[in-house]
């Protein structure tokens, strides 16, 4: 019987394990694959375990589900079975809830039973119906890749689908020749879904128009997958070169690649974070991106999930910018001590002329006016001010010409003096009313250390 033996061909190809779950509808599909499983050569063939679920949607469930566990048990293979109970259904969403309690189910007989591999009965038909529906549904062109034969299942486990490469007039003759036992599943024939619309009215026209039309489908998806691999290493080597080390990109690096990487680039940036942008989102990130006239700005994808443009950088991050606010913490620093800051970092106030083992990251901010004391540490705050030589500046003009990132202007430690006057933004500016430690008339320092840095 031709099918038996190109199976049998198709299915050495897969390099399966010793061990695999056959998810079985009862219907002629699932039930020709687990005949064409349970008939392979003896160095083929492996351990078979079947998955059933009853999912209480139709009056003959209770007679496939007797019918599947007779036919297991004189086959001697193991049965398990699962019934989706009717009070769960939800209102709305049945088909993809329904899936949902399957997979969820396979994962669980697969995790308990030690086997790695899932079958389903998915053929040639279901992918020439499947790469039409994401057609006219539109999207992402990746995602016309419909059916793989083999894929990665919840990371630890395989879904393979042996039947791919066979049509549904194959198997059907199959299980005629071989007396198999099926049933049929009457929702199938309900029109309301799209996919049976496909199934009875479309796809049978496109096959009277040409005979290899499911032929040519998995030519196209065949293909797509090659183009789509060279793609995505490609893109995946440009990202490389514009990710800076803290996981942002660089904008101008960005900027310096052709038009259509910087789109394709986004895109997968966007992409590996489990979201797909539509075009018109795609446009806003660009129009953003290349707006020199505003070096920070966001574009929102989903509730939690942002794109950033903070002046030469942008990165895809689940977080809001938040508008500045008034930070509770506050600091007094003692002479002499060193205290501890929230985020792991740790300040001191000490005379000048003592000597303290020093460390790489140390920053220090020398005065010798007491009248400043008491120092205290704090977040900025509306209407911040810093002294400089050409007069008062306001903090968030110092930090917009330094181009600091707004999410770290919020985060970045202030000392100011007991009028609140700002004498030092640590890492960014200090107020002109500091001094060089030039001889010991100087009377107090301030150090700031980081060993969090690397």
């Not at 993809?96 to 997979?103: H, K, L, S, V, W």
């Not at 057609?135 to 299942?153: P, S, T, W, Y």
């Amino acid at each position: 019987m031709k099918l038996k033996e190109d199976f049998a061909q198709n299915f050495g190809k897969l390099s399966c394990s010793k061990k695999v779950l056959v998810a079985v509808s009862t219907g002629v599909d699932s039930m020709t694959l687990l005949d064409l499983i349970l008939n392979l050569p003896n160095n083929l063939r492996p351990e078979v375990f079947v998955a059933y679920v009853d999912h209480q949607l139709r009056p003959e469930s209770a007679k496939e589900t007797a019918f599947i566990t007779k036919f297991c048990a004189r086959h001697k293979l193991k049965l398990f079975c699962a019934r989706w109970n009717a009070q769960d259904h939800p209102s709305s969403g049945v088909e993809e809830a329904g899936r949902n309690f399957r997979y969820g189910f396979f994962k669980k007989a697969m995790t308990e039973n030690h086997i790695l591999e899932l079958m389903t009965a998915h053929h040639a038909d279901d992918q020439a119906e499947t790469f039409l529906m994401k057609l006219l549904r539109g999207g992402d062109l990746a995602q016309l890749h419909a059916i793989e034969k083999k894929r990665r299942f919840e990371k630890r486990f395989w879904l393979i689908r042996p039947l791919l490469p066979f049509s549904k007039q194959k198997l059907l003759d199959y299980a005629k020749k071989r007396h198999l036992v099926y049933f049929e599943d009457s929702t199938n024939q309900n029109d309301d879904f799209l996919r049976n619309r496909l199934r009875h009215e479309v796809v049978p026209r496109l096959k009277k128009e040409n005979k290899r039309f499911l032929e040519h489908v998995a030519d196209y998806i065949a293909q797509l997958d090659d183009i789509s691999a060279v793609a995505k290493k490609t893109i995946a080597e440009k990202i490389a070169e514009i990710r800076n080390a803290n996981g942002s990109f660089s904008l101008s690096a960005w900027a310096k690649l052709a038009v259509f990487e910087q789109k394709l680039v986004l895109k997968e940036i966007i992409m590996n974070n489990h979201y797909f942008p539509s075009e018109r989102q795609l446009e806003q990130v660009l129009t953003l991106l290349t707006n020199l006239s505003k070096p920070q700005g966001e574009i929102q994808f989903q509730e939690n999930l942002f794109l950033k443009k903070e002046y030469n950088v942008f990165m895809v991050t689940k977080a809001k910018t938040t508008a500045m606010k008034k930070h509770d913490f506050h600091l007094k620093l003692r002479l002499g001590k060193w205290q501890n800051l929230p985020d792991g970092t740790k300040i001191g106030l000490f005379r000048s002329n003592i000597k303290l083992k020093k460390s790489a990251t140390d920053k220090f901010f020398y005065f010798s006016d007491s009248s400043r004391l008491p120092l205290n540490v704090r977040h900025r705050l509306m209407g911040d001010r810093i002294s400089l030589k050409i007069g008062k500046k306001k903090l968030k003009k110092v930090f917009i010409e330094q181009k600091v990132p707004q999410q770290i202007r919020e985060e970045k430690w202030l000392v100011a003096d007991s009028n609140g006057e700002v004498l030092w933004a640590i890492g960014i500016r200090k107020s002109d009313l500091s001094e060089q430690k030039v001889n010991d008339k100087m009377q107090y320092m301030v150090i700031f250390r980081n060993n969090t840095e690397k």
